[in-house]
């Protein structure tokens, strides 16, 4: 499985490029430090442990959304699975929003989540049904935090690790559950840094290849230190429209210690053919 994991397919990038690339074409041009943290301790340094704490729940379930503006529209990128975080494997059922018109409605896209690598299905125009394509996260311009349609939850959670400034916002709730809310920015250079070792390269790639390594955003904690909602503002350049595209990622958790039973394809249920894009 590590070596399924470490092996890029030819024509994989292409076809995750063309994932957020479909939805932004398709829509353009129509108008559409501070503070405390539990017990006292810092709030970046609570911010730092999220994705500990993630890791000693075992599991959860996930929703997650992103959110793009470009060109006057805005447009929603929906996903809904579940998450290991011991074992870093994930599975999202993403569904892309309908055309600008509302005529047509994409098939719902299958991903597996697993360090440095995401696999999908029903994704690529001459892509067999019952094949795979498989994608080098680490050769991603944004490591996959915003092209895939969806950011990895784990991952989400070890961009915190980058928290530079970080201020205690209040008590409210989320989903029901009392959280601290927590509002700050995250440098992705030292996120890469401090990442687990299989975070380390995709968070190193987006690094380099968002308009700025700074990404800010708000994140809801529960009493035990869970994150139960985080959202990630990005920003990247738009080589369609060369312009900058604001995107905003949320992440959802809950049902804590949920069963997952994920597991990556084996090499023959992979396609190494080429992708067509968009």
């Keep these: 499985m590590a070596e399924r994991q470490q092996r890029r397919t030819a024509g994989g990038a292409g076809v995750v490029a063309g994932l957020v690339a479909v939805v ?35 599991s959860s379930k996930a929703r997650t959304s992103m959110e793009m503006a470009t060109g006057g529209t805005r447009v929603t990128i929906r996903g809904e699975g579940v998450y290991d975080y011991r074992r870093q494997l994930g599975q999202l059922k993403v569904l892309l929003p309908q055309d600008p018109a509302g005529q047509s409605e994409h098939r719902p896209i299958t991903e597996l989540l697993a360090p440095g690598a995401l696999f999908m299905k029903n994704r690529g125009a001459g892509v067999p049904a019952d094949k795979w394509v498989r994608v ?21 959670a070890e961009l915190l690790r980058g928290a530079r400034t970080a201020t205690y916002v209040g008590r409210t709730e989320v989903a029901g559950t009392a959280v601290r809310h927590y509002r700050g920015t995250a440098d992705l250079v030292v996120a890469a840094a401090d990442a687990s070792t299989g975070n380390r390269a995709a968070l190193g790639a987006a690094a380099k290849g968002f308009a ?30 060369k312009g900058t595209v604001a995107v905003a990622s949320t992440t959802l958790l809950y049902d ?14 992979i396609y190494a053919g080429k992708i067509a894009e968009g």
């Design 256 to 269: 804590f210690g949920a069963p997952v039973d994920v597991r990556l394809p084996d090499d023959g249920d």
């Design 24 to 58: 932004l074409a398709g829509g353009s041009g129509c108008a559409g430090g501070g503070g405390g943290g539990a017990d006292g301790r810092p709030a970046v340094q609570d911010l730092h442990l999220a994705a500990d704490r993630l890791v000693r729940a075992g």
């Design 136 to 156: 080098d996260t680490a050769s991603m311009t944004d490591g996959n935090l915003v092209t895939g349609g969806a950011t990895d939850p784990f991952v989400a």
């Design 212 to 241: 700025t390594a700074r990404v800010p955003f708000d994140v809801y904690l529960d009493d035990e230190g869970r994150i139960r909602k985080v959202r990630h503002r990005f920003s990247f350049v738009n080589g369609q429209q």
